[in-house]
């Protein structure tokens, strides 16, 4: 197997954890809305922006780690589908900073602080204001959507090269333990 065609081990963590992150995060964030106003509501809420932020620091030290580290070896593809590739990695690294940055100052324009892990007070982007929140509110869950489907389009993208191509790409990103080799 030549080294150059998987990625790291630290970016197949980043890429994982992220993932179990974001999933959780948009998950919460359906079923919180869908709650009446209660305690319960409340506390998934702020789990909700605890997620968000831990996502913002993990993307930012996504991005640092892809700044200065290769990734592997485009594997041989069209180029329109090299392209593609590319510019869905870099759409999702845009909106993995911009959701939580939205939702974060939504939550400071509705007059809410985020508290991380109950401990840790963050400052407000913006000023408490009621029209403001409501844009930005509106922003959050707008961005949110175009994540979900970017991701549903990367993961629709590794299973036709997985699966349909047979290029094995998905194995590039798996840890080692699954026993496979990137080509």
């Known amino acids: 197997m030549k080294t150059d065609n998987r990625y790291s081990s630290t970016a197949i963590a980043i890429h994982w954890l992220a993932a179990l992150l974001i999933f959780g995060a948009i998950a919460m964030?359906?079923?919180?809305?869908?709650?009446?106003?209660?305690?319960?509501?409340?506390?998934?809420?702020?789990?909700?922006?605890?997620?968000?932020?831990?996502?913002?620091?993990?993307?930012?030290?996504?991005?640092?780690?892809?700044?200065?580290?290769?990734?592997?070896?485009?594997?041989?593809?069209?180029?329109?589908?090299?392209?593609?590739?590319?510019?869905?990695?870099?759409?999702?690294?845009?909106?993995?900073?911009?959701?939580?940055?939205?939702?974060?100052?939504?939550?400071?324009?509705?007059?809410?602080?985020?508290?991380?892990?109950?401990?840790?007070?963050?400052?407000?982007?913006?000023?408490p204001d009621r029209s403001l929140a409501e844009v930005l509110k509106a922003l959050h869950v707008g961005l949110a959507l175009a994540l979900g489907a970017v991701i549903a389009l990367h993961v629709a993208a590794v299973c036709k090269h997985q699966w349909l191509d047979r290029d094995q790409i998905l194995f590039r990103m798996l840890p080692r333990v699954f026993g496979r080799q990137a080509p």
């Open 29 to 127: 964030g359906v079923y919180m809305t869908s709650l009446q106003l209660s305690p319960t509501r409340l506390k998934l809420y702020n789990w909700h922006k605890w997620l968000g932020i831990t996502i913002l620091a993990l993307s930012l030290v996504r991005v640092l780690w892809r700044a200065t580290h290769r990734p592997p070896v485009d594997l041989p593809m069209p180029g329109w589908q090299r392209h593609a590739a590319h510019l869905t990695h870099w759409t999702l690294y845009a909106l993995f900073l911009a959701v939580p940055l939205a939702g974060w100052t939504y939550s400071s324009a509705s007059g809410f602080p985020v508290v991380v892990f109950g401990v840790l007070p963050l400052p407000d982007l913006v000023a």
